[in-house]
Each structure stands twice: as C-alpha cells, then as structure tokens.
C-alpha cells in the first residue's frame, strides 16, 4: 500500500473505529497494476475470473458488539452473537473455532454446552472439571451458509449437584467462559458474477453492508482542472450516495482518471469523456442524465455504475439522481432520466437519528419485539444518536411510554432496568405473580442524560424463579418478559450550543462539518493534488454515515479565503503554513512539531497520533509531557497526525488537518 494508503486507513481507524489490516477474504485493490487507459466493451467475455477461493477470518471479539469475553452464567445460560454473509458471497465452507474455559467445579456427566446456527443445533460438548480449558472447531453445513443475518446461539447447561440434593441455580461456581480474542468464525468463498445483480433495483445488494471490510470503489472523473470544476461535486456526492446505502459499513475510495481492471467502479463523466474511457458504451438519450449498471468486463466479480449524460448539467441531474433517490422499484440496468419525473430529491436518511421535540416508536431505531428469558435473559439495547450540538436546560425531560409483559411464577423480587449510556436511571417492579400486562407505562428521564451523538438504551429483566418448598423451581419457558415495538420514546426541544474542539464529537456525528447548510465546509485539497481525492472521499463518505445525510462540500486547491469549517488533507509540508497558526503546536524546523506542555497549552486543540505501521492506535486529547515530536513526512515506519483547532483567520469556525 501506499504511504497515502496508510496515512488515511490509518486516520479512518483512529478517528472512526474502522479495521486497520485489510481482511484476507477481499482482494486488496489499492495495489493494483496501473489502469488501462480505456476499458473497452467489445467482445467482453463475462465469465467468473479464476481466481482461488479466498478465506476470512474473523475473530468473534470482532463480531461481539461489545468487548470482553461471552460469559455463559447460572444453571442454565444463553448468549448470542450474528454473523453477516454478503449476498454477493458464495460461500464453501465456514468454521466456527471456539476457545472456552469453564469452572471446575461443574459435574461432567451433567454439564454441557451447545451451539446454534439459525437455532439449528450446530453441536454440543461436555464440559469437564478436571479439563476445565477446551478448544472446538465446528464446520458449518454449505447450504445453511446463505446470504444474511445468521446468530450463533451459545448455550450451558451447567450443574454441581448430583440431585440428591437442591442446587442453587444461581450458584457463583456456575460459568463457562468463552475467549472471543481466540475464538473466530472463518469463511472460505468467492464474490458471485454480478450479472445476476446488475439491474438498479440490486444497488441495494451491490452496495451490501454485510461486506466483511468494508467496500472498496474506485472513482473515475476526469481530472478536475479548477476550483467551482463540477466534477468534484460529482465525486463527493457519488461517494456519500454509496455511503449512504452501505448504512454502518465503510466506503474505502480510491480516485483515477481511468476505470481499473476489477473492483467495483463509479463512473461519473459525461458521454464524450465516458466514451473516451469505455469503448462501445450503450447509447444515451439526446437530453437529459442516464445512469447505467453492468458487470465489470475485465473482472464480472464487480460492478461498473456509470453516471452520466451528454452536458454537465445532465451528468448533475444523474449524480444527485443516484445519490438522492431510491431505486428499489427500477428492473432495468439503465434509467434514462429524460424519460422519468423524479420527485423531489431529498437526502437518504439514516433511521437511527432523531429530531428534537419529536416522538418516535422504538421500531425508528431498527428495534423489534424481543422476549428476555429465563435467569441469565440477556437484555435490550437500542442504539440512535442525538444531534451533536444539544444543550438541554435542566427542567427537560424525554418521556418513555413502554408497552410490556411479563409471565406469572416469578418471585415478586423480580425487575426490570432501565439504563441511559450505561447510568441507572429507574427500576420496573416485576412483583405480581400472576405476571402483567402494562400499556404506556410511563418513565421520565432527564434530558442530561443523554449525550451529543450516539446514545445506548439498555433495558434487562433479572426474573428470579418462584421457590417450592426447599428447592427453587427452574423453567426457562416460564420466565418471559417482553418489550413490545410500538413503544415510544418524547424527545424533548433543547437549546444548541457545542464545547469545541471535540474528537470524539466529529468521529461521532461529522460536526461541525455538517452543520451550516449557508456555509458549507470547504475540502482544501494541498497544492492541488488530486491524488487526494481518494482520502477525501473516503472521509466525506464517513461523515455522510455518521451525519445521515448528504452534505454539500466545497473544495479548494488553495486555503480558503471564506468564513467556513476547513477539512485540510496533504502531507505537511504541502498545506499552507497559515493554516498552522493558532494549532496546539510549536514549530521546529521545516516539518517538524512539537507538541507544547499542558501549562502552555492555551489555545486549546484536539491531536489524534495515527501509526502508519498499522500495529495500533490511540488518541491524545491532551498535549503530552514531555512533549512528543511527530514528523511530517510521512516515510514507512512514522507516523501521521490529526488536529482540530480554531481556525486562526476566521473566529468559530474549526480546521480539521
């Protein structure tokens, strides 16, 4: 990979949590041989490349929502983790690789623990004492390896009692715990022909979330020769549109002058300059926009979108058709945009993003009905994200109206819990033991509990089991509590107000750099290098995800004169040294920083420190002592960085370098 390869997969994975090492399962497409100056469709054969199935690995550490081991707890216990397979996947083969230790205080002949793919049983495996640490590896049958959502399902049965005398369900020796750094599912296939895919209604599947390491597309423009060129609107509004349908998964771009041999590929040029690139290209109307989806000859692994029209103003109308619009209903592999009516462009939305002063079903945020069994329930979390720049007042309250029920013959010392980011915030009494039934059952939390950017509801239910006599009586099936989907949670209004610099804020939510529609950021490209294209589509592609909407950029070749948020992208000895005013930085030499003491650190400034080995990452958030010196070439082995600051000419606006 290239320095510059690094440098932004690297920034991606400090700022955005994004992986750092390229998944094995996915050809790595930004070391390919240099591109063919034209593609040419004559006689193309799409047939499958030969290449040899490909295997990845993912460790379960990696699949787990949250991090830390699975602990299986209790008697009887459960955990659950999904698995995603792409739809344009066909998979071989896939291995479920389990490293796990349990108590030693279990009974072998009665402990076990099972395994579920699709609540099909998978295999079961005792659980030993004197063995207390073990290793499995399960093959998972081909035909259950379809394209999807597919949960694996842990399960213990777990015992120290031979039953001559009663066993305390909840007994603390009672666990088995599963090592999810070392445990991991693989999967051996190959990317399907996309000839089966190649009609707009299948974007959505092209353009899959469920892709392992996120989608790699190349962007192919004609070289944009100034500032105000449209065909950097064309590529930013390309690169968020595909974001946008890729929903939480990462759009890694790369730009050209000229299509690649494989690898998905968006083309947005009008019809002379697309006819000087792909030979033989279908014909398009006189008037108007048209966007075409093919297979990629060289490569019919991958697709070719094709953007396009006889003027600017048609290649326009055929981005923004692209990156505003739905195309589910369209059978065809081509729209001619002169022969529709589209309705009003509006921005793809992202569902987990709410409004203020609004009141939204639990079902907005992708939440359905769930039922939390038995001791070890698991509980609900539900995930959605606030705008960046709240400020509620102290009075505000957001208003829960749960729908829920729970099952007789539990003991009335049962409850349930609600947390707001992990901050207790009230206890529902499960105490009839005839069980419940409640509608709009009313929960009030304070405004302030909620934070800028991503919020985390978790609701769980500890159902203790009803005792007779000496023994206490476990059923599973009977105890049940369940969170109905037409919930609702009331937003209140609140005021807006944003402490800055934040990190954490923009990797979070984009701000500010979508947060004035008057005066939108401008993208400062160094020296004009369109080589940088490809970084800056990939963060635009980023704040799109993280923001839910399209956002319109400006860009600049040379620092920008106007009142606006600046998102600088160069090696550092190629931006402006203006631009180094007012950072949180003293300078030595040409390229060479020095990070001041916290007693000196009076302008204020965020520095994230981003190793281009890939071994790790970690964010500063405050100047270091001693100071540490970060260089700015960026040769093998050193490191980039990242800041945010106050821009020095233009008071309230943010530079992001």
């Not at 001041?596 to 400034?605: E, F, N, Q, R």
């Not at 964010?619 to 002592?625: E, Y």
Request: net charge negative; proline share 8%; hydrophobic share 40%.
């Amino acid at each position: 990979m290239t320095n510059r390869t690094i440098l932004t997969r690297a920034l991606l994975a400090t700022v955005f949590g994004l992986s750092l090492m390229p998944s094995p399962g996915r050809a790595e497409r930004l070391t390919l041989p240099p591109a063919p100056q034209v593609l040419d469709l004559t006689g193309a054969s799409l047939t499958l490349a030969k290449d040899a199935p490909v295997r990845t690995t993912l460790p379960l550490a990696n699949i787990k929502p949250t991090p830390g081991p699975i602990r299986l707890v209790h008697s009887k216990a459960r955990n659950t983790i999904t698995v995603s397979i792409s739809d344009r996947f066909i998979a071989k083969d896939a291995l479920l690789d389990i490293v796990f230790t349990n108590s030693i205080a279990l009974l072998d002949d009665r402990s076990q623990m099972r395994f579920y793919w699709d609540d099909r049983l998978l295999a079961q495996v005792p659980l030993h004492p004197k063995q207390p640490e073990g290793r499995v590896t399960l093959r998972i049958p081909k035909e259950w390896l379809t394209g999807g959502y597919h949960p694996i399902r842990f399960e213990a049965s777990q015992h120290y009692e031979k039953g001559q005398e009663c066993e305390n369900p909840m007994a603390s020796e009672l666990w088995t715990e599963i090592d999810t750094l070392h445990s991991s599912f693989s999967i051996l296939g190959d990317m399907k022909p996309v000839a089966s895919m190649s009609r707009l209604s299948d974007l959505d599947v092209l353009l899959d979330p469920k892709l392992p390491d996120g989608e790699n597309i190349h962007f192919v423009a004609t070289r944009p020769s100034q500032v105000g060129d449209p065909r950097l609107t064309w590529l930013s509004l390309a690169a968020q549109g595909a974001a946008l349908r890729l929903k939480y998964n990462s759009l890694l771009a790369t730009y050209g002058e000229s299509p690649l041999p494989t690898g998905d590929q968006i083309v947005a040029a009008t019809w002379q300059e697309t006819s000087s690139l792909i030979k033989n290209m279908p014909s398009i109307p006189v008037k108007g926009g048209a966007i075409v989806l093919m297979p990629l000859p060289s490569d019919p692994r991958y697709f070719l979108l094709v953007l396009t029209g006889q003027t600017d103003d048609d290649v326009s109308q055929a981005v923004a058709a692209f990156a505003h619009s739905d195309f589910s209903t369209v059978p065809a592999s081509r729209i001619d945009l002169s022969t529709v009516s589209l309705p009003p462009l509006k921005g793809l939305t992202v569902a987990d993003h709410v409004k203020l002063g609004q009141t939204y079903a639990l079902s907005h945020f992708g939440y359905v009905t769930k039922a939390l069994r038995g001791l070890e329930a698991g509980d609900i979390q539900i995930r959605f994200k606030m705008p960046p720049d709240i400020y509620p007042s102290e009075d505000r309250q957001v208003a829960f109206h749960l729908n829920f029920g729970y099952s007789a013959g539990i003991r009335n010392d049962s409850a349930s819990s609600l947390f707001i980011n992990g901050n207790f915030q009230q206890a529902i009494s499960l105490n009839s033991s005839g069980g419940g039934n409640f509608r709009d059952y009313l929960i009030s939390v304070p405004m302030s509990s909620f934070l800028p950017g991503t919020n985390t509801i978790l609701i769980d239910a500890k159902m203790v089991p009803a005792v007779s006599g000496r023994c206490e009586v476990m059923d599973d099936e009977k105890m049940l509590f369940t969170l109905l989907d037409d919930s609702r949670i009331t937003f209140s209004d609140a005021a807006h107000f944003a402490a800055m610099p934040s990190l954490r804020l923009m990797g979070d939510t984009a701000f500010p750099f979508v947060r004035d529609a008057s005066h939108p950021p401008v993208v400062y490209l160094a020296q004009g290098d369109p080589a940088l294209l490809g970084s800056a589509l990939t963060l635009l592609a980023k704040f799109a995800q993280k923001a839910g909407e399209i956002v319109d950029y400006g860009f600049a070749f040379d620092p920008p004169s106007q009142a606006c948020d600046v998102l600088a992208i160069g090696a550092a000895d190629k931006i402006d040294p203006k631009f180094y005013q007012g950072g949180p930085w003293q300078q030595t030499g040409e390229s060479h920083f020095w990070l001041p003491k916290s007693s000196d650190y009076a302008k204020g400034g965020e520095v994230g420190w981003i190793p281009a080995d890939l071994t790790g990452e970690r964010i500063i958030s405050h100047p270091a002592t001693p100071p540490v010196k970060i260089k700015g070439v960026y040769a093998p082995g050193e490191s980039g960085f990242l800041v945010e600051y106050e821009r020095p000419d233009s008071s309230g606006n943010t530079v992001l370098l």
